[in-house]
């Protein structure tokens, strides 16, 4: 669907996959104007299709693109585009049962013709894309090791941090480069202020498990600003709340981490997002330091909320939260 700032949104259509026209000058392809979603449909045991909470998707692409200057596109319309899609071709959408799920990938960039940067484009175009998911990391659940970036920021206050903007991804592959360099999976992203302050994966918010049992306490980064407000991160608040945990959201510096591991009062790291649903984190390394978290195997909060949140999403527990939404029943 296109945008004019004159005319609104029009033209809704779906189309075979294939190659865009776009202008030489399109401003998206001069200034970074993009933003981006991602989310997960899930084929349910009666055939049906659902997707997990997609009114948080299109309300996050609604602040994403006011940070951005861009228009806001109707959650309603954004609900209607993922079905839409669905309605012309949903074969790819995987069985029920597995590990498999088709990836929703909505985007909108500026698509006016442009070079002056004084004022935002007046034209945008939105559009969805999907892909079939199977697991996101090479060999299944198991724990992943991380780089602690102090070399690279990837958002300051005031920036595009808590945005879903293609420029914060752009900014983070340099650093990815080097944590892939230093042997480790994932880059982790500190505060850029006092570069102590955990804040998030490249593409995953962060929680940290204090004690064990029935008296575990999740942590998880405060959101200043400058990390993704990630949509798993809310909801596993909510569901290690159900559980019986007591949940905090506040800053956790790379000090408080080492200690705390190191002391035996962290026992449990994982990395949270749609892609990965819930990955534990069981190595640290920096430019300084280098630790493990656990016995390489996965912590049991870490599996126990994935259980849960894994079978919300696939229709095998009650969806209590009314979090599914459906987008294809035949
Ligand atoms: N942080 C970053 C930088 C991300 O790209 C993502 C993936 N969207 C997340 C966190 C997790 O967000 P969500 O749970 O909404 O997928």
């Not at 909060?301 to 095998?316: M, Y």
């Amino acid at each position: 669907v296109d945008y004019d700032v004159d005319r609104g949104w029009y033209d809704a259509k779906v189309t075979p996959y294939g190659p865009i026209a776009l202008d030489p000058s399109a401003m998206v392809l001069h200034y970074g104007q993009e933003i981006f979603e991602g989310l997960k449909a899930y084929r349910q045991p009666d055939g049906s299709v659902a997707a997990f909470r997609p009114e948080a998707n299109g309300l996050r692409l609604q602040r994403s693109g006011e940070r951005l200057a861009m228009p806001p596109l109707p959650v309603d319309d954004f609900i209607s585009s993922l079905r839409a899609l669905l309605d012309a071709d949903n074969e790819w959408v995987p069985a029920s049962g597995g590990e498999e799920s088709l990836y929703l990938r909505p985007f909108m960039f500026a698509s006016q013709a442009g070079l002056g940067v004084n004022a935002p484009s007046t034209q945008y175009r939105y559009c969805v894309i999907a892909s079939p998911a199977g697991a996101y990391f090479d060999g299944g659940i198991k724990p992943v090791s991380v780089w602690l970036s102090t070399e690279y920021v990837r958002a300051a206050p005031g920036g595009t941090g808590f945005a879903k903007c293609g420029g914060n991804y752009a900014a983070s592959f340099l650093a990815q480069q080097q944590a892939t360099a230093k042997g480790c999976d994932q880059v982790v992203w500190l505060d850029a202020v006092e570069r102590r302050f955990i804040e998030e994966m490249g593409g995953m918010n962060l929680f940290f498990v204090f004690g064990s049992g029935a008296d575990a306490r999740l942590v998880t980064p405060e959101l200043t600003g400058s990390l993704l407000p990630g949509i798993t991160r809310e909801s596993l608040l909510t569901l290690a709340l159900d559980a019986g945990f007591a949940v905090e959201e506040r800053k956790i510096s790379t000090e408080e981490l080492r200690k705390g591991v190191t002391s035996g009062d962290i026992t449990e790291v994982f990395a949270c997002g749609t892609a990965a649903v819930i990955t534990p984190v069981g190595h640290v390394k920096s430019e300084t330091d280098e630790y493990s978290i656990g016995d390489g195997t996965p912590g049991e909060v870490t599996l126990a909320l994935r259980d849960t949140l894994t079978g919300i999403q696939r229709g095998k527990f009650a969806d209590t939260h009314g979090w599914m939404t459906e987008l294809y029943r035949r």
